[in-house]
């Protein structure tokens, strides 16, 4: 007598589990309190989800690696987008990804001012730094390869540090703008990186160091 085979369970993906947790800290209007509960509140094993994340901080720094990963894959799907010059491809970059977060800005809002602010949650942000910094390193040896004279030639681990600090100033003024489609915000992204590349190229190097100050403590004050 033949019997019915029993349907194996679908496979939790990473991205499920990441909408999961977005939707439960944004109608709980907390991170969960243990695996557990979110587990069991969104009916999945335990064993899926630590099959995929370690802790409530691991996928909160995941979900920052994808708002990059996401925001890479579309700009190379621009067939134009390797013949941009570096600045152009830094805007590109900078207006893509707060594309990204804004559809996402419930989220974000929450995760980055939950329980003592910005400052207490950065570690959340620790590899999208990583990404970001690599981003602006390739950017920049990339120039120096044009570059003639090894004196004209940028520090990488410098300038990427300053594209980073840039970031977090921008991320900053996004969180507090409240100007229609936030346009407040694209104009900022344009005259800073138009003013970030200008200093690049023209400013000695400790003066670049000061301006990495001044943005940490316009970030951070």
């Known amino acids: 007598m033949a019997t019915k085979t029993k349907a194996k369970p679908k496979k939790i993906t990473e991205d499920a589990v990441i909408g999961m947790y977005m939707e439960y800290v944004l109608e709980h209007e907390s991170v969960p309190k243990s695996i557990y509960k979110f587990c069991k509140a969104n009916a999945i094993e335990e064993s899926d989800f630590y099959g995929l994340f370690g802790s409530v901080e691991g996928i909160q720094k995941v979900i920052w690696n994808k708002f990059y990963t996401n925001t890479e894959a579309l700009l190379l799907k621009n067939k134009e987008y390797d013949s941009f010059s570096n600045k152009d491809k830094m805007l590109s970059f900078f207006y893509?990804?707060?594309?990204?977060?804004?559809?996402?800005?419930?989220?974000?809002?929450?995760?980055?001012?939950?329980?003592?602010?910005?400052?207490?949650?950065?570690?959340?942000?620790?590899?999208?730094?990583?990404?970001?910094?690599?981003?602006?390193?390739?950017?920049?040896?990339?120039?120096?390869?044009?570059?003639?004279?090894?004196?004209?030639?940028?520090?990488?681990?410098?300038?990427?540090e300053g594209a980073w600090l840039q970031f977090l100033f921008v991320l900053k003024f996004w969180m507090n703008d409240t100007s229609p489609a936030f346009e407040k915000t694209d104009i900022v992204i344009e005259k800073s990186i138009n003013t970030i590349?200008?200093?690049?190229?023209?400013?000695?190097?400790?003066?670049?160091?000061?301006?990495?100050?001044?943005?940490?403590?316009?970030t951070f004050s």
């Open 197 to 218: 590349f200008e200093v690049f190229d023209n400013t000695p190097l400790e003066n670049i160091i000061d301006l990495g100050k001044f943005l940490y403590k316009e």
């Open 96 to 160: 893509t990804f707060f594309e990204m977060l804004t559809l996402n800005r419930s989220y974000v809002l929450f995760t980055l001012q939950e329980d003592g602010g910005m400052m207490k949650n950065m570690k959340q942000l620790k590899g999208l730094r990583s990404h970001i910094k690599g981003f602006a390193t390739d950017l920049i040896d990339d120039g120096n390869v044009e570059k003639n004279s090894k004196i004209a030639q940028h520090n990488p681990t410098i300038y990427s």
